[in-house]
């Protein structure tokens, strides 16, 4: 199976390539200003590419592949900057290029914060109502694809992970903030405790998108979670090395995000039963 990852450049991205090597798919993956990371996988055909700049057939220039997944989204964690309304523009007629061209089967990342500010356990069920422009524009771009479906027949899943941690090289993370404090990079660590979150690792996320690529199947919307919130001070205790630097810690810190609830978690019945297909 010929597989193109679409923003394979980034932390999840990279992850999935790891895992996707190891299943000896035949992948072709995109990059755009990042090509240092070319070199870190010399199996993969890579492909430079800049959504902004127009192509005839981006289904062609990818080499025909069976399964397009598209990571692709800039200025994460701004989440606010209207900027991704442009995104989305630039993201629609990409999609809808490559459907038009023969795409019989596409997987986007979208987000929990589609959303918007609900407590609780959420389940696929619930309306979506974003409040920040990033998650504005990911809704945009989840109604433009289906109503395309409407007109088109292609198979599609769009994954709203929750709180992925793990290794990430392109921003700060709560998880790499736990780590720089280990290292004593950093002596001061501010956090709001008391918040309950549905935490993912990246490794999670790239085996799940990995066994909906090879179930090749129509999954619509699907939570990416575990089911069950957790405290952020457990979270962080759980990640300490050093067990005794939480007092270090204040937990009694502001949740800098006004968008989002203090408490909600994924309702992963649906992940759950396709993963046990």
């Not at 991704?84 to 038009?100: E, G, M, P, S, V």
């Not at 990079?185 to 309950?196: F, Q």
């Not at 309702?267 to 396709?274: A, P």
Request: proline letters at 3%.
């Amino acid at each position: 199976m010929k597989v193109a990852i679409i923003g394979a450049t980034g932390s999840i991205g990279q992850e999935l390539l790891f895992s996707l090597l190891k299943k000896k798919f035949n992948i072709v993956a995109t990059y755009n200003k990042n090509y240092k990371i070319v070199d870190k996988f010399p199996k993969v055909e890579w492909k430079k590419l800049d959504i902004k700049i127009n192509k005839k057939n981006y289904f062609k220039f990818l080499g025909s592949p069976d399964i397009i997944v598209n990571l692709a989204w800039p200025d994460i964690p701004n989440y606010k900057l209207k900027n991704h309304f442009k995104t989305f523009y630039y993201q629609k007629r990409l999609n809808y290029n490559l459907i038009k061209n023969g795409l019989k089967n596409l997987i986007i990342l979208g987000t929990c914060y589609e959303y918007g500010k609900k407590n609780g356990k959420i389940s696929e069920k619930m309306r979506a109502q974003p409040l920040v422009p990033y998650a504005i524009a990911k809704l945009k771009l989840l109604e433009s694809i289906l109503a395309l479906k409407k007109k088109k027949n292609f198979k599609f899943t769009w994954l709203r992970p929750f709180f992925v941690y793990g290794k990430n090289t392109q921003r700060k993370t709560l998880f790499s903030l736990i780590n720089e404090f280990h290292k004593k990079k950093i002596t001061k660590l501010n956090v709001c405790g008391s918040l309950i979150r549905d935490f993912i690792s990246i490794n999670f996320l790239s085996l799940t998108i990995i066994k909906i690529i090879v179930l090749y199947k129509d999954f619509g919307v699907i939570n990416v979670c575990s089911g069950k919130g957790m405290l952020l001070k457990n979270f962080i205790k759980k990640h300490l090395k050093i067990k005794k630097n939480i007092k270090k810690i204040n937990m009694n810190g502001k949740n800098p995000n006004d968008f989002e609830s203090n408490s909600f978690w994924g309702d992963n019945s649906k992940l759950k039963k396709i993963t046990l297909l």
